[in-house]
């Protein structure tokens, strides 16, 4: 059986693609200038239909998952790195009132729509600023909650390492890093996990339908190695690197098996430690629980 919809989606993606990957090669030959091209053209039109999402439940369910797994809590200093249009601090504040929220991205559409959903909160700022220049600013232990929904899949190695390491170094002690990336390429779990509860078609606003379309390009630039996601042992080696110690992981974004998106949380290795020192003192005779390589149980540490 064929669906319409789902070729005409296909067909304005490969356009979309086109036109980025032209734009591109006429602005430059080098890498450098062909990410501000993509950077100004692709993500300023997302800005614009990205709250499409909010209609669709794996969208739910991530920013469910992704506040429930922060633990948010009065008196904390959450940043979001990435913040797009604000709806991870949106759930955020929806679950804790008296925290300072930060939302960081670098794209001024992006920002424009998520000042507006906070008008009147003095409790929270937004910074038009790189993600990892924002970073290598902050001062160390700055940060209780620290936040990254969908973007780390846009750097490369080099990038990523100085992300983890920067992230790391802002926490304060306790501190928790949530981030959630993609791994897997297509739209196939997704659709799913949607249709499982909702026709697919009767939920297919024109807002929706564009970030279709946009999240098409983005697996095509992702087949074009333009955004190359790293697999998650890759990223758990990254973090160990970095000092950290990933306590949980979660399958996301199409269901908790086919997901095309991971969730992990991080703490610094030296937190782990401390707690650990504290129970053996505080209970001798019973061992610590310590994180195995593959973290306890998801469901311990999400809840």
Known sequence: MRFPGVY???????????????SAARDCSGGDMAKRTLHTWFWN????????????????????LTVRSARPADGQRIVDLGCGT?????????????????????????????????????????????LLEWLRGAPSGSVDRLISVNVLYTMHAPQRREFWSEALRVLSPGGRLVVVTTDRAGIGPVVREHTAERSFFASLTPRLTAVIVLNLVIWLLESRKVFDPADVATLRSEVSEAGGVVLAEQRCYGGPEEGVDVLLVVERVLDLAARERTVDLAEPSAPAEAASPDGPGASELLE
């Open 8 to 22: 005409r989606c296909r067909h304005w993606a490969v356009v979309a693609f086109a036109t980025v990957q032209d």
């Open 86 to 130: 604000g709806n991870t601090l949106r759930a955020v504040r929806d679950t804790v009132e008296g925290a300072e929220l930060v939302g960081v991205d670098s794209s001024p559409s992006m920002l424009a729509v998520a000042r507006s959903k906070f008008r009147g909160d003095a409790h929270t700022s937004f910074e038009q600023r790189d």
């Open 45 to 64: 039109l997302y800005s614009r239909c990205y709250d499409g999402l909010l209609d669709f439940i794996p969208y739910q369910r991530l920013l469910e």
